[in-house]
Each structure stands twice: as structure tokens, then as C-alpha cells.
């Protein structure tokens, strides 16, 4: 069983809520500017256990030019409580959840202003991807249903739902782009971390593993040393019998288990890239020989015993590339769709008669990072090109070019000059590091600017 802290459970649950992936610290969470700090603490009293019950609306915090009102403190603190309830972590409405709530607020409403300040705006297309989620998550088959069940319960939900997402959209585009100016990583970064220990995590290898857990009779925190003497003997006992070459794991789960009371769990769990485990297993199985067996493994859940029972060692990474050629005609507001294509199909029918490809494509393509090359686009892999355009790239012929088809850009004609299996195995490790050294730096970096966000605000808490 895991025990969070009050401030880690209102946190999460009201960032949930909120669409905020703030993951804010205790810093972040306190830090005020110095004009605020006063009547902070004078107001701490006052607005202790706000409810329904005992508040008339008002305002409650001004942050720049906007307020917050006392009846959007309450309606947060609620739903805090009621998505805690939820995940099974009840929490009381208490001055220190109010001040943590309340700071959500504050930092939700200052990354808001910034959002309209900067004129970001959510991409339609991932708003109605989450809304088809929803929908589909609650057994409904298209957005239209969602909205009509959400109004018919209460009018304007849909449009409500949809603007938190937007708000959601928005802030998170903010935030990356917030974060990605403050995380700088160099080439040299890349090639130290290559270097270390937890980078075996990025090789293709696959490894066959038998995890078994001898889960714990009651929280580790209360076991007696009988019993923890108890789950480290059998899983002493289960590791010997997996020892054995060529060892029946079922058979071997059935012996070890004996009078134990708790069901032993696991067992052969197939092939697995180490980047797909989590870093603590993924650095114990890769410093497994195939056959042997880890040393008993204490987690707060249980012991666990891994056995490396085989391994696919692979160091490529083949991805399938095509050398294409384009020609593309515009649709503008200078050039309608017809005339696009009645251009299009003129170019097709020099093609068919003997026209050079690249000659044409020099002469009459609109794409100006291709057309000074004969339309050469180079090298080109899966997901580079939109779904059209790789479609047609997929079912083109080496040595042959495809009939005119549409994307949004235009009209096209493709040429395939080549197909081969490139080894991208060193870049991909080079861009899964960068992503690795990212995202241990990233936190860092987001708390630092939400206190810089803060401490640059007007800020008033008031009675």
C-alpha cells in the first residue's frame, strides 16, 4: 500500500482536474512576492475551511488585473476531494489543501494571461482527438453524442468541457515552450550520458525474462521480522530452483510456494527492449547473463526474483527510406482547386508522352525547397511526408512515378528513384538520450519558471 502526503495528493489530483502538468514543489507551491506575503498570513485565518456553507462569493485572490473568486476556490476544493476520494487517498478540507489549491489557481490564471498574451492557440484537431476519447470512454460512438448527453444533462456542459480542454491545449504548448528555452543540451551531454551505466537501457536487445514477486502478508511497515525472514526464505528458495537449466517455471512457482499464504505472481513475461522496463529492472537485467538469476530484490511490494532466461541481441536498427521526387501545384488564393488540377494533369500527360521528371518539376513546381533540385526530396521515411503523399510514395514503383493525387498543400505528382533499409541505430541512441537527459531536467526547469512567473506577478489574498 503507498501513503502520499497531503500536499502530494491535492496536487495531483487538483492538476488532474485542472489540465495542469505542473508538478509543483513546495517551493513553488509557497513562494509569493513580497508585496503579498502580509496579507497572506493575515488572511490564512479568515479563509480556513472555506465551504459552501460558511462563504458568500467575492473575491478571494487578485492575480495582475484578474480575481479569483471565493466560489472557484470552493468548487476546486471539491473536486480536489472528490478525485481523491476516487483514487482512495480521502483528504480533509483543511487550511494547508486550501493554500494548495489556491496556489493551483493562481498559477493556472498567471498561465492563462501569458497563453492570451502570446496568442497560442489548441491545435482543433487534438481538441477533437481528446473528445473522441472521452466519447469513446464513455460508450458513445461519436463527439455529437457526447455533446447531446452533456447538454441534456445541463446545458452549456459540452461547451464548458470543451473550453477546459482548449485551456488544457494551450498551457501545455506554453509550458513546452517555456521548458525547451531553459533545458539546454549539448552534443557532449549527449555523448557522457552515452557513456554511462543507465544508457544500456537504449539498445535494441531484447531479453526473455521470469519475474517472480513474493509479495509482502501486510504492509512492510508492520511486518514482524518472522515475517519478513519468512518472504526472503522462499524467495531464496524460488531462486535456487530457477537456477536449474531448462527449469519448469510453473512447476518451480508451485514448489517454492509451500505453506506461504500469499499467492506468489509472475513468471515467464517473453521479450522485452530494456528502454520498455522500468530503469531499476532494466539495470539489473542487463547486467544478467542468460541463465542466471538476480539476488532477492526488496521492494516495497514484495521480493522479487529475475531470471534472464534468454536474449536477441541486435545493435540495427533498420527503417525502410525512399528517394523521392515531387511536383506540386498549389491551391491558393491565387490558384483554385480546378485550375490546380487541370495543371497537374497537363504535367502528367508530358510525363506520359517523355517529358524529364526533373526538368518539369524545375520548371513547374510550386514546392521552392525542391524545384532547384529537379523536386529532389531526398532520402524520405515513414512519417515524414503526410498520409497521402506516403501512401502513394508506398505504392509507387522504383524507376516509376504515381498519377496526380491531393494533400492540403496542393496537387502532386511523385517520383521513387530508390528504396533501401538505412541503419539508424546511432541516432536513434543519440535522440533517446536527448530524451532521457530532457526529462530528468525538464522538472527542474518548470519549477524554476513557475516561481520566476510568480514572484514577477501582483498578487493579493484577501479576507
Same mark, same amino acid.
Given at each position: 500500500?503507498?501513503?502520499?502526503?497531503? *500536499?502530494?495528493?491535492?496536487?495531483?489530483?487538483?492538476?488532474?482536474?485542472?489540465? +495542469?502538468?505542473?508538478?509543483?514543489?513546495?517551493?513553488?507551491?509557497?513562494?509569493?512576492?513580497?508585496?503579498?506575503?502580509?496579507?497572506?498570513?493575515?488572511?490564512?485565518?479568515?479563509?480556513?475551511?472555506?465551504?459552501?456553507?460558511?462563504?458568500?462569493?467575492?473575491?478571494?485572490?487578485?492575480?495582475?488585473?484578474?480575481?479569483?473568486?471565493?466560489?472557484?476556490?470552493?468548487?476546486?476544493?471539491?473536486?480536489?476531494?472528490?478525485?481523491?476520494?476516487?483514487?482512495?487517498?480521502?483528504?480533509?478540507?483543511?487550511?494547508? =489543501?486550501?493554500?494548495?489549491?489556491?496556489?493551483?489557481?493562481?498559477?493556472?490564471?498567471?498561465? +492563462?494571461?501569458?497563453?492570451?498574451?502570446?496568442?497560442?492557440? /489548441?491545435?482543433?484537431?487534438?481538441?477533437?482527438?481528446?473528445? !473522441?476519447?472521452?466519447?469513446?470512454?464513455?460508450?458513445?460512438?461519436?463527439?455529437?453524442?457526447?455533446?447531446?448527453?452533456?447538454?441534456?444533462?445541463?446545458?452549456?456542459?459540452?461547451?464548458? =468541457?470543451?473550453?477546459?480542454?482548449?485551456?488544457?491545449?494551450?498551457?501545455? /504548448?506554453?509550458?513546452? *515552450?517555456?521548458?525547451?528555452?531553459?533545458?539546454?543540451?549539448?552534443?557532449?551531454?549527449?555523448?557522457?550520458?552515452?557513456?554511462?551505466?543507465?544508457?544500456? *537501457?537504449?539498445?535494441?536487445?531484447?531479453?526473455?525474462?521470469?519475474?517472480?514477486?513474493?509479495?509482502?502478508?501486510?504492509?512492510?511497515?508492520?511486518?514482524?521480522?518472522?515475517?519478513?525472514?519468512?518472504? =526472503?526464505?522462499?524467495?531464496?528458495?524460488?531462486?535456487?530452483?530457477?537456477?536449474?537449466?531448462?527449469?519448469?517455471?510453473?512447476? /518451480?512457482?508451485? #514448489?517454492?510456494?509451500?505453506?506461504?499464504?500469499?499467492? +506468489?505472481?509472475?513468471? @515467464?513475461?517473453?521479450?522485452?527492449?530494456?528502454?520498455?522496463?522500468?530503469?531499476?529492472?532494466?539495470?539489473?537485467?542487463?547486467?544478467?547473463?542468460?541463465?542466471?538469476?538476480?539476488?532477492?530484490?526488496?521492494?516495497?511490494?514484495?521480493?522479487?526474483?529475475? &531470471?534472464? #532466461?534468454?536474449?536477441?541481441?541486435?545493435?540495427?536498427?533498420?527503417?525502410?527510406?525512399?528517394?523521392?521526387?515531387?511536383?506540386?501545384?498549389?491551391?491558393?488564393?491565387?490558384?483554385?482547386?480546378?485550375?490546380?488540377?487541370?495543371?497537374?494533369?497537363?504535367?502528367?500527360?508530358?510525363?506520359?508522352?517523355?517529358?524529364?521528371?526533373?526538368?518539369?518539376?524545375?520548371?513547374?513546381?510550386?514546392?521552392?525547397?525542391?524545384?532547384?533540385?529537379?523536386?529532389?526530396?531526398?532520402?524520405?521515411?515513414?512519417? @515524414?511526408?503526410?498520409?497521402?503523399?506516403? #501512401?502513394?510514395?508506398?505504392?509507387?514503383?522504383?524507376?516509376?512515378?504515381?498519377?496526380?493525387? &491531393?494533400?492540403?498543400?496542393?496537387?502532386?505528382?511523385?517520383?521513387?528513384? !530508390?528504396?533501401?533499409?538505412?541503419?539508424?541505430?546511432?541516432?536513434?541512441?543519440?535522440?533517446?538520450?536527448?530524451?532521457?537527459?530532457?526529462?530528468?531536467? /525538464?522538472?527542474?526547469?518548470?519549477?524554476?519558471?513557475?516561481?520566476?512567473?510568480?514572484?514577477?506577478?501582483?498578487?493579493?489574498? +484577501?479576507?
Amino acid at each position: 500500500m503507498r501513503f502520499f502526503s497531503l *500536499r502530494q495528493t491535492s496536487r495531483a489530483v487538483l492538476l488532474s482536474m485542472a489540465g +495542469l502538468t505542473l508538478a509543483l514543489s513546495a517551493n513553488a507551491a509557497t513562494v509569493k512576492p513580497a508585496a503579498a506575503q502580509a496579507s497572506t498570513s493575515a488572511a490564512q485565518s479568515s479563509v480556513d475551511r472555506l465551504t459552501p456553507a460558511n462563504s458568500t462569493d467575492g473575491i478571494i485572490a487578485l492575480v495582475n488585473e484578474n480575481a479569483i473568486l471565493k466560489s472557484e476556490l470552493v468548487d476546486a476544493i471539491e473536486q480536489t476531494q472528490a478525485r481523491a476520494k476516487t483514487a482512495g487517498e480521502p483528504i480533509a478540507n483543511s487550511a494547508q =489543501l486550501q493554500s494548495e489549491v489556491l496556489n493551483a489557481l493562481i498559477l493556472r490564471e498567471l498561465q +492563462l494571461s501569458m497563453v492570451k498574451r502570446a496568442g497560442l492557440s /489548441a491545435d482543433e484537431a487534438e481538441i477533437n482527438q481528446r473528445l !473522441g476519447q472521452i466519447a469513446q470512454a464513455e460508450g458513445l460512438n461519436s463527439i455529437a453524442a457526447l455533446q447531446q448527453r452533456l447538454d441534456a444533462a445541463q446545458p452549456g456542459s459540452y461547451a464548458n =468541457l470543451r473550453a477546459k480542454l482548449i485551456e488544457e491545449a494551450s498551457i501545455q /504548448a506554453l509550458q513546452q *515552450r517555456q521548458i525547451t528555452r531553459r533545458v539546454r543540451i549539448s552534443e557532449q551531454d549527449i555523448d557522457a550520458f552515452l557513456a554511462s551505466p543507465e544508457a544500456k *537501457r537504449l539498445n535494441q536487445s531484447e531479453y526473455q525474462t521470469i519475474h517472480v514477486r513474493v509479495p509482502y502478508i501486510d504492509d512492510y511497515s508492520r511486518l514482524s521480522a518472522a515475517q519478513r525472514e519468512e518472504a =526472503l526464505k522462499v524467495a531464496q528458495a524460488l531462486r535456487t530452483r530457477l537456477l536449474e537449466p531448462n527449469v519448469n517455471v510453473a512447476e /518451480a512457482v508451485a #514448489a517454492s510456494q509451500g505453506s506461504y499464504p500469499i499467492p +506468489l505472481q509472475g513468471g @515467464d513475461m517473453g521479450f522485452h527492449k530494456a528502454a520498455s522496463l522500468p530503469t531499476e529492472l532494466s539495470s539489473k537485467i542487463t547486467k544478467l547473463d542468460v541463465g542466471t538469476v538476480s539476488e532477492p530484490l526488496l521492494t516495497p511490494e514484495g521480493i522479487d526474483i529475475i &531470471k534472464l #532466461a534468454d536474449k536477441k541481441a541486435s545493435n540495427t536498427m533498420l527503417i525502410p527510406q525512399w528517394h523521392t521526387r515531387h511536383i506540386l501545384v498549389k491551391v491558393d488564393d491565387l490558384q483554385t482547386d480546378a485550375l490546380a488540377e487541370q495543371k497537374i494533369n497537363d504535367l502528367y500527360e508530358q510525363l506520359r508522352g517523355g517529358a524529364d521528371f526533373a526538368s518539369l518539376a524545375s520548371t513547374y513546381s510550386d514546392d521552392p525547397g525542391s524545384a532547384g533540385r529537379g523536386g529532389d526530396l531526398d532520402w524520405v521515411s515513414e512519417e @515524414d511526408m503526410v498520409g497521402p503523399f506516403e #501512401a502513394t510514395m508506398k505504392n509507387t514503383a522504383v524507376g516509376d512515378y504515381s498519377a496526380p493525387f &491531393k494533400t492540403q498543400f496542393g496537387w502532386h505528382i511523385l517520383k521513387v528513384d !530508390g528504396k533501401r533499409d538505412q541503419d539508424i541505430s546511432e541516432q536513434y541512441r543519440r535522440n533517446m538520450a536527448r530524451q532521457a537527459l530532457y526529462q530528468r531536467l /525538464a522538472p527542474q526547469a518548470q519549477e524554476d519558471w513557475l516561481q520566476e512567473l510568480r514572484a514577477g506577478a501582483y498578487i493579493q489574498i +484577501l479576507g
